[in-house]
């Protein structure tokens, strides 16, 4: 339970970091909320390779997912899409925001899925795998790393 009251904190810090670093561009007026619309926000291929738009795809809310230091993005995952077997170098604090969506520790029964509103955290070098269920897909997905 630790972990989820962990990630439910970071994960209300870092909307709210990005919110207010969000909020600095040069057209947003002074002290006023910089509003995107879902309709506008504009998603990439997490896989440059990916030309097709086949795999997952992110819009980067605050941070640079090329570098170290925090990031944060949307994942919009297909429909019985599977990452395989990875790990991260940073902490992962995720929340679904619609979907079935899986992660779970290699070694370890796929567990359930946290669904819309549910949160995952996977520590940092976790061998672990995830997978956006076919039937309850596709699935969309808040991730923040704090570490990159």
């Known amino acids: 339970m630790k972990h989820y009251a962990a990630a ?6 870092s909307v709210t970091f990005c919110a207010a670093a969000q909020a600095q561009p040069q057209k947003a007026a002074k002290n006023l909320p910089l509003v995107t619309p879902a309709s506008d926000v504009n998603y990439s291929p997490l896989d ?33 899409y ?4 990875h790990a ?11 979907g079935n969506y899986f992660e779970w520790r290699i070694g370890e029964p796929e567990g359930q899925a946290g669904g819309a509103g549910g949160t995952i955290f996977v520590p940092a ?9 076919k ?5 969309l997905n808040y991730a923040y790393y704090p570490n990159g």
């Open 8 to 13: 439910l904190v970071m994960l209300a810090a």
């Open 48 to 80: 440059p390779k990916d030309t097709k738009h086949n795999g997952v795809m992110v819009h980067v809310i605050y941070g640079n997912l090329a570098k170290k230091g925090p990031v944060a993005f949307l994942a919009r995952i297909p429909a019985g």
């Open 82 to 85: 599977s990452g395989g077997p």
């Open 88 to 98: 991260h170098e940073s902490d992962l604090y995720l929340a679904t925001i619609s």
């Open 125 to 133: 070098k976790t061998l672990h795998n995830n997978r956006c269920e």
């Open 135 to 139: 039937q309850g897909g596709p699935c």
